[in-house]
């Protein structure tokens, strides 16, 4: 089932592969001859349609569309852990028009999870804002007998086949939380790569894998109608959307944080006056009370003011590089 954001929005999104998001209002202003915007926009999704930085994508693309006065396609591109969408962004032209939703699959862990990646993400990309974060959950089949992560881990470990484990890929945004889950707890769970996260969903339902390590918005409406168990958020409190399920922290894992952003990414080259102008629009979709309350429905975090900017995304970003690189010396992965 779809999170809170689909559902609430099924006529949208049921066509949103195939349409634009138009501007409001026939009179949308597209300033002089040769400005930008002039022509649609496009938002590139690495990832397949249904997951979190699909969602996130076509919540902001609907809000700032009227704002800059062309439609916006939000257009699905997955494979390669991202790496595809990826570089199709990274070879456009630096004009504007094409531009990349990128989130830690793509922008920090599969590039250095690869051994020869084909693009730097630092290098090649100038970030234009985060659009927000959204905590990670483990959830289970029902009918597996565990109701915490103590369990789980018992469980894994008397099982000789072990848990298997879905996620959105190797390199992935839930793979490096995944391994370093196995290496604080020794629990014998076997890694099984989708391509995205919103491909894993449909075969966590029909039972053919037993679990998944994916963001909380994907998985909401599973815990509310008994189609999935959380037993944990990777979050430094409880959520208040599913306030019944404890925290990894209080369950015993110190420190033990997992988040997933979703940012918007330009060409390295593009024009400051675009990235300024995109900001500018972002800044109030951000503000825009609607947005707030439906990235609070499915557990996300908005966007700072410094997050609205590139060098505080920068900053963000050098952060995420660091603790993956850590996660990944912690839990022994080697780039392939």
Do not use: C
């Amino acid at each position: 089932m779809m999170n809170p954001l689909i559902a609430g929005r099924r006529g949208l999104l049921a066509a949103a592969a195939a349409l634009p998001f138009l501007p409001h209002g026939a009179g949308a202003q597209t300033g002089p001859a040769g400005a930008w915007p002039s022509r649609p926009i496009r938002f590139i999704v690495p990832f397949a349609a249904g997951g979190n930085s699909d969602v996130t994508a076509r919540l902001f693309a609907a809000r700032i569309a009227s704002r800059l006065g062309q439609p916006i396609v939000v257009e699905n591109r997955s494979g390669a852990t991202g790496a595809i969408g990826t570089e199709a962004v990274i070879r456009s032209r630096p004009d504007g028009y094409t531009l990349l939703i990128g989130s830690p699959g793509s922008i920090i862990n599969g590039p250095l999870l690869t051994a020869a990646p084909r693009y730097d993400p630092i290098a090649d990309l100038v970030p234009v804002a985060l659009l927000g974060q959204v905590p990670m959950v483990i959830v289970v089949r029902p009918g597996l007998p565990v109701r915490n992560l103590a369990e789980l881990v018992a469980f894994s470990k008397e099982r000789a086949s072990g848990v298997t484990i879905g996620t959105s890929g190797v390199g992935g945004a839930n793979h490096l939380p995944l391994e370093l889950f196995k290496a604080a707890t020794k629990a014998n769970l076997v890694h099984v790569p989708y391509r995205g996260g919103g491909s894993t969903l449909p075969d966590f339902v029909a039972g053919n894998v037993d679990g998944l390590l994916i963001e909380l918005p994907s998985v909401l409406d599973l815990q509310r109608d008994g189609r999935g168990r959380i037993l944990g958020v990777a979050s430094p409190a409880r959520s208040p959307q599913v306030p019944e399920v404890a925290t990894f922290i209080e369950q015993g894992l110190q420190d033990f944080l997992a988040a997933s952003f979703v940012g918007l990414f330009a060409p390295a080259g593009t024009p400051e006056a675009v990235l300024q102008a995109l900001q500018a629009a972002l800044a109030e979709a951000a503000a825009d009370p609607e947005v707030r309350s439906r990235l609070a429905s499915f557990g996300a975090d908005p966007p700072t003011p410094a997050e609205l900017t590139t060098p505080g995304v920068a900053a963000f970003l050098q952060g995420e590089m660091a603790k993956a690189r850590q996660a990944i010396a912690v839990a022994g992965l080697k780039p392939e």
